[in-house]
């Protein structure tokens, strides 16, 4: 029997980024693909019945598959130059808790499945949870399938490039109502658990979270010889662009903005761009807050663009209402672990979409540092295996 370390031991080396450092494992990528396959592996090694929904969603079953059934899972992907354990602690865990409960005994009353969700980061094309969305119907077909990665690839083509087929992909009545109750296990993203006492936490809720992306154009030129006064550079807006969102997210109480990506077009040392794409990642409690805090960086953005001889376009890609999760399912759950602390969380899951439709909860894991999406996110062993063990207590309690 692996424990969890062990077991993401064996992918230790599977899309690491040696110029981030950490792990670059874009959503169908090869190092995402070699993850899935490690994950059917190792799934098949326990014996469980193995499938990929029409949306590029595996499961994988202890049991017939049937409706109704419990269902634990996270997802492969990641950020850029990401930890090793966002996501696939979750997957890692679901399995060793499979052996935990085999080792006890434990008969199930209704079939188990582990899910593994495609693009949970959005880090490929932009949208986040896009595998749990689809499924849901949480997001317009066709908006999913016209998504584009850097390198104008369609969603749509990559699926096909991985076996789905377009025509098919969308909500998933029939998948969904496979999902009785689904609980996921993460990684703590903050320091909610400290450095010590209980490792394990059970989630209250997600943040409301969205993504906009500003295109800032200027007049392209070159850099030797436009003179300062004859410039309309969009480099210039877009910096104080950004210290604007930090500025207004400041002066929000629980309120983070981030601008973590920016595009300059063409993207010569030597060349005045033209255009220049940001990203803003804008959250907070209430929705309403989050609506007004863009709309006040949007008039802001417009101000200061005017002022370079720029304009500014702003487009919302992605955005999650707050969820609080089902009250009875992680009122049993803490029934379950009654040692473990109620935390909210800051960070978007795909058990944060799919709470709005079936009874969803999620266990989080201590990070001493609660630093993630960063090569230093970490989880001591013992509480990997604390982790795996509380997740064995919570679905042996719900089989
Ligand atoms: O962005 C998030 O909160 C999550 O990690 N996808
Ligand atoms: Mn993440
Ligand atoms: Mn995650």
Known sequence: ??????????IKDVGRDAFRGGYTRPVYSTAELDLRGWFVEQAGRRGLEVETDRNGVIWAWWGQPSDGALVTGSHLDSVPGGGAFDGPLGVASALAAVDLLRA?????????????????????????????????????????????????NTFADVARANGLDPRYMGPDAEALARIGDFVELHVEQGIGLGTDGPGIAVGSSVLGHGRWK????????????????DRADPMVAAAQIIVAVRQAAARQPD???????????????????????????????DDRVTAHLVEGIHGRAQRVAAEEGCTVTLTEESYSNTVHFDAG???????????????????????????????????????PSGISHSPEEHVADRDADAGAAALADVLAGLL
């Open 104 to 152: 006890r005994g434990t008969a199930p009353s209704r079939p188990l499945a582990i899910t593994v969700f495609p693009e949970e980061e959005g880090s490929r094309f932009g949208v986040a949870c896009l595998g749990s969305r689809l499924l849901t119907g949480a997001i317009d077909t066709n908006k999913a399938l016209n998504l584009r990665d850097a390198d104008g």
């Open 214 to 229: 500003l295109s800032i154009h200027g007049q392209g030129n070159h850099a030797g010889t436009t003179l300062m006064a």
């Open 255 to 285: 309120a983070r903005a981030t601008v973590g990506r920016i595009v300059p077009v063409p993207g010569g040392t030597n060349v005045i761009p033209s255009r220049v794409d940001l990203w803003l990642d804008a959250r907070h409690p």
């Open 329 to 367: 399912l992680t009122g049993r759950i803490s029934g379950l672990l009654p040692h473990a602390p109620v935390l909210a969380t800051g960070a978007g899951h795909d058990a944060g979409v799919l709470a709005g439709f079936v009874p969803s909860a999620m266990l989080f894991v201590r990070n």
């Open 1 to 10: 029997m692996e424990t969890v370390t062990q077991l993401l031991e064996s």
